[in-house]
């Protein structure tokens, strides 16, 4: 075994990597993470007790988000950036230590280890990493928030590179950190933290989104254009808003067309963008079909975050990262200085040399349907449900993947009566985007809120339907969740789901293979939550709920 990973839909055989990530993750790289990880746990060790003193947790927090963004899968492949993030991570953790003084000799190895030798790193983090707790419940457990703690990162860091912090939540980043540290704290206890790990997804979630619809305004019901135009381009992927905006105004007059990608798709539907002219679009599908659409698009490309696959001999000289994305051999835009925007100049000259976009389909989608909007039509809603044209709202948010069972997702939609309408938000989308469900009413069958940074929109709907038919619980109204679910940031929302009680939801393809059958079984018994099944029989089943 040269790794232990198991933090994604796609682990082998629903058990875990060791060889080789599914994902194109080499060992080394898997090991430097989990150092990464251990090293932030002993950030939080330290960045707790100063919190406790009433010491700000911002620099300790802030850290502990971009460090951890890095560790998502699909969003960074480069060992030597991550040499580069442990040495930091060392250094604000004896920072911390020295602050909080003397606390005597029973500290975690991760708030003491010293990292003196960097070619031990990769055998040093397969020791400290997923296997290094044995008792596979409280594993599952410390895991579950790990993974959790990803996807809050992930969220939380895109809110501060828009101005949006809270040092609430960075508190809680680093008490729930310390916690998985702590060999005292029960598997009750671990149960209780992994639920708060979901309450402080919920409010990064609403932090991110306040971030996002300051900056930006509210997303508003859009036709988004799927062909292309005649001049050279750029494709924009992941989901950094703020990389979004600096592009459009660095790209604007220079004949270079913008087009997004994948979970970059939400970006047409923010007035501030569409004053664009050359905001050409989408082109293409989901993240696993990268390497077909990147080599037919011609132009140059830029990876804004996580949702990187191995890169193709065929793009490797116009693909850029940015950001914590990254990938060895391709060039990387560096971050903002002294308040300055990103230096986005490479990518653009790489697009005048390229070729326009080769269309590989035509006509339009549409999408735009955050809260805000989804409020807006809140009477047409609430009147179409009450005269039955309505009959069920199923939430099919979450992640897309390769896996072939993923046809599942596809199948619900087209199975579901035409009574129903879906709820989306994430890549999971491009499972139904494109088929022509139709409309109740004027209202769209398939209502896109956005990426998976906006599931907060898809709480708030369902919270506004509660308050709008005057109910207590959030479960009794007519509404079904069918989660697809790939990586951590679908993690971070299944949590904050169970943190606001929902009940019943499917998940799949799989469980995540890091639920011990212990965990598994206190979660079903607790939430009812269950695995996909057939496509036909969960359709019967959801429509027939009360």
Same mark, same amino acid.
């Given at each position: 075994m040269k790794m232990f990973c198991w933090q994604c839909q796609e682990a082998l055989k629903n058990e875990g990597c060791t060889a080789r990530g599914v994902c194109g993750k080499e060992p080394d790289t898997a090991n430097l993470q989990d150092l990464l990880t251990f090293v932030v746990k002993g950030i939080g060790y330290y960045g707790s007790i100063l919190a406790e003193r009433g010491e700000s947790a911002a620099e300790a927090g802030r850290f502990a988000l971009r460090a951890l #963004?890095?560790? %998502? /899968?699909?969003?960074?492949?480069?060992?030597?950036?991550?040499?580069? =993030? %442990?040495?930091?991570?060392?250094? =604000?953790?004896?920072?911390?230590?020295? &602050?909080?003084?003397?606390?005597? /000799? $029973?500290?975690?190895?991760?708030? /003491? *280890?010293?990292?003196?030798?960097?070619?031990?790193?990769?055998?040093?983090? +397969?020791? !400290?990493?997923? =296997?290094?707790t044995e008792n596979e419940d409280i594993r599952s457990l410390r895991e579950t928030i790990v993974y959790g703690l990803r996807g809050i990162a992930a969220y939380g860091d895109h809110a501060a590179v828009l101005g949006k912090e809270d040092d609430e939540i960075y508190r809680g980043v680093l008490q729930l950190l310390a916690a998985v540290l702590d060999d005292r704290k029960t598997a009750d206890e671990l149960t209780a933290l992994v639920l708060e790990t979901g309450n402080l997804a919920v409010k990064t979630m609403a932090l991110l989104d306040a971030a996002n619809t300051g900056a930006y305004g509210n997303p508003e019901i859009s036709t988004v254009n799927i062909g292309v135009g005649k001049n050279p381009a750029i494709l924009i992927s992941g989901h950094d808003l703020r990389d979004m905006e600096e592009l459009l105004k660095q790209t604007e007059g220079t004949g270079v067309d913008v087009y997004t990608h994948c979970e970059m798709l939400p970006a047409n +539907?923010?007035? $501030?963008?569409?004053? +664009?002219?050359? #905001?050409?679009? @989408?082109?293409?599908?989901? *993240? *696993?079909?990268?390497?077909?659409?990147?080599?037919? #698009? @011609?132009?140059?490309?830029?990876?804004?975050?996580?949702?990187? /696959?191995? !890169?193709?001999?065929?793009? &490797?000289?116009?693909?850029?990262?940015?950001?914590?994305?990254?990938?060895?051999? !391709?060039?990387?835009?560096?971050?903002?200085? @002294?308040?300055?925007?990103?230096? #986005?100049?490479?990518? %653009?000259? &790489?697009a005048k040399q390229c070729d326009p976009p080769t269309e590989i389909e035509s006509g339009s989608i549409v999408g735009g349907f955050a809260h805000a909007q989804v409020t807006a039509l809140a009477d047409k809603v609430v009147d179409a449900v009450k005269s039955g044209a309505i009959q069920r709202f199923v939430v099919m948010a979450g992640c897309d993947g390769r896996q072939k069972g993923r046809s599942y997702f596809t199948e619900v939609a087209e199975a579901l009566p035409e009574s129903s309408v879906i709820l989306t938000a994430g890549c999971a989308k491009y499972r139904y985007n494109k088929l022509n469900l139709g409309e109740i009413d004027g209202i769209p069958r398939v209502l896109d809120a956005g990426q998976c940074n906006d599931s907060y929109s898809l709480v708030m709907i369902a919270l506004k339907l509660k308050e709008a038919f005057g109910l207590e619980n959030i479960n009794d109204l007519p509404i079904s969740y069918d989660i697809a679910w790939y990586e951590q940031k679908a993690v971070c929302v299944l949590l904050a789901l169970l943190s606001l009680g929902v009940r019943n939801i499917r998940l799949g393809p799989t469980l995540p293979a890091f639920l011990s059958p212990g965990v598994a079984k206190v979660i079903s018994e607790n939430f009812n939550l269950m695995p996909t099944g057939d496509a036909r029989e969960d359709v019967a089943a959801m429509t027939a709920a009360g």
């Open positions: #963004f890095a560790t %998502i /899968t699909n969003a960074n492949f480069d060992d030597a950036r991550f040499h580069d =993030l %442990i040495a930091e991570a060392l250094e =604000l953790r004896d920072r911390l230590a020295e &602050r909080c003084g003397d606390l005597g /000799t $029973e500290l975690p190895d991760a708030a /003491t *280890w010293r990292g003196d030798d960097p070619s031990e790193y990769p055998t040093k983090g +397969y020791h !400290v990493g997923v =296997l290094s +539907y923010y007035p $501030e963008f569409k004053k +664009y002219s050359h #905001f050409i679009g @989408n082109y293409g599908n989901s *993240w *696993w079909k990268q390497n077909k659409e990147f080599d037919a #698009f @011609n132009g140059a490309i830029l990876m804004t975050t996580n949702c990187i /696959t191995p !890169v193709q001999d065929s793009y &490797r000289d116009r693909i850029f990262t940015t950001g914590m994305a990254g990938y060895p051999g !391709v060039q990387h835009i560096p971050d903002r200085s @002294n308040g300055s925007a990103k230096n #986005f100049g490479p990518v %653009i000259e &790489r």
